[in-house]
C-alpha cells in the first residue's frame, strides 16, 4: 500500500488507474479504524478495481470544548489494519494540505446541518461538509463509502453531493456492532469498564423502540417517552438526545412511516456516543419491521 501525503501525489494516482480504466472506491477515515471502517472497505474492494482510504483527524469539525487534542491516533495500527484489508493508497495529509493559510472557503448544507448531531454541535457539519468535499476533489472516486452509524453525516453528505452535483456513488454501509450491541466507535477507546457497561443503553433505548413499534405502537412522541426511561434508568448515562426523524431531511416525524430513522446520543462519563436505527414497515399481510442492525461476528 502507498502511502500519499499531498494531492498531487493522489492525483497522479488516480490518472494512472483512469488510464487503465479501473474504478476507485473511497472510504475517508479520521482514523482509530475498527471493523465498522473495514467492512466499508471490504465492500469497496468486491465492487471497484482499487481501493483508497484518508486518515485525516479535521479540526474544523471539533467544537472549542470538544476532544480534538486526544483523539485517539494509533497511525502505525491503521496502516497495518488498511494494508490486511487490500487498500491501495491511503491518503494521509497535514492539515496545512486540506487548509492552506488562510483558506476562508466552506461548505454549508443549510436545513439538515442544523438537526441532530448538528443541533447539538453548532458549525459540526460546515466542517464535515468542508472537508468531504475537498477530498472528493482531490481524490475523485467513483464510489465513495460511509457507515450509517453516523446517520446525520451520511444525510448532510447525501444532500451536499446532490446539490453540487458530485460525479461520483455513494454507498453506505450498516452498523456494525458487538455482539452485546455496543456500536463499533473509534470513541469506545475512551470508555473503562462500567462505563462500558452503561453504554449499552443507547442500544437498549433503540431495542425498545422496534419492539414498541412491532407490538403496533406508531406515537413517536409515546416511543420518544418510553425510550428516555431506559435512558434515565441508567445512573452513568447523561441524555443529548433522543429523536424520530425521516432520513433524509432529518426533520422530526410524528408517526413511524414507511423508513424512519431512530437516533440517540448520550453521554457516558465525558465520551458522547451515537447510535441508531431505521425501522421499515414492510409492505407484507403481517406488516412486519425490518430493522437495519448489524452485530459484528
Excluded: W
Aim: aromatic share 8%; glycine share 6%; hydrophobic share 40%.
Amino acid at each position: 500500500m502507498k502511502i500519499f501525503s499531498t494531492a498531487l501525489e493522489v492525483s497522479a494516482a488516480v490518472r494512472e488507474y483512469r488510464r487503465h480504466d479501473e474504478t476507485l472506491g473511497f472510504v475517508p477515515t479520521m482514523g482509530a479504524l475498527h471493523a465498522g471502517h473495514v467492512s466499508l472497505m471490504k465492500q469497496a474492494k468486491a465492487e471497484c478495481n482499487r481501493v483508497a482510504a484518508s486518515i485525516f483527524v479535521n479540526p474544523t469539525q471539533f467544537g472549542p470544548k470538544e476532544d480534538l487534542s486526544r483523539y485517539p491516533r494509533p497511525f502505525e495500527r491503521d496502516v497495518k489494519m488498511l494494508e490486511d484489508a487490500g487498500v491501495d493508497f491511503l491518503f494521509h495529509p497535514s492539515v496545512e494540505e486540506i487548509y492552506p493559510p488562510g483558506a476562508t472557503t466552506f461548505v454549508e448544507v443549510e436545513g439538515v446541518s442544523e438537526r441532530l448531531d448538528g443541533k447539538s454541535r453548532p458549525g459540526h457539519f460546515r466542517g464535515v461538509a468542508t472537508v468531504v468535499a475537498k477530498l472528493f476533489h482531490i481524490v475523485q472516486p467513483d464510489i465513495a463509502y460511509f457507515g450509517l452509524k453516523d446517520a446525520a453525516q451520511c444525510a448532510v453528505i447525501r444532500r451536499m453531493v446532490r446539490d453540487l452535483k458530485f460525479d461520483l456513488k455513494l454507498a453506505f454501509g450498516e452498523t456494525v456492532r458487538e455482539a452485546d450491541g455496543l456500536a463499533l466507535s473509534s470513541r469506545n477507546i475512551y470508555l473503562s469498564p462500567s462505563e462500558r457497561q452503561q453504554s449499552l443503553v443507547l442500544y437498549r433505548s433503540l431495542q425498545r423502540v422496534a419492539e414498541l413499534v412491532c407490538s403496533g405502537v406508531k406515537d413517536s412522541a409515546c416511543l420518544i417517552e418510553e425510550a428516555k426511561k431506559i435512558l434515565a434508568a441508567e445512573a452513568g448515562a447523561r441524555l443529548d438526545y433522543f429523536e424520530i426523524v425521516d432520513p433524509d431531511t432529518l426533520e422530526a416525524v410524528q408517526t413511524i412511516g414507511a423508513r424512519t430513522l431512530v437516533a440517540v446520543a448520550v453521554y457516558v462519563g465525558t465520551t458522547r456516543l451515537i447510535d441508531n436505527i431505521v425501522l421499515e414497515l414492510q409492505s407484507l399481510p403481517s406488516n412486519d419491521i425490518h430493522l437495519i442492525s448489524k452485530k459484528q461476528t
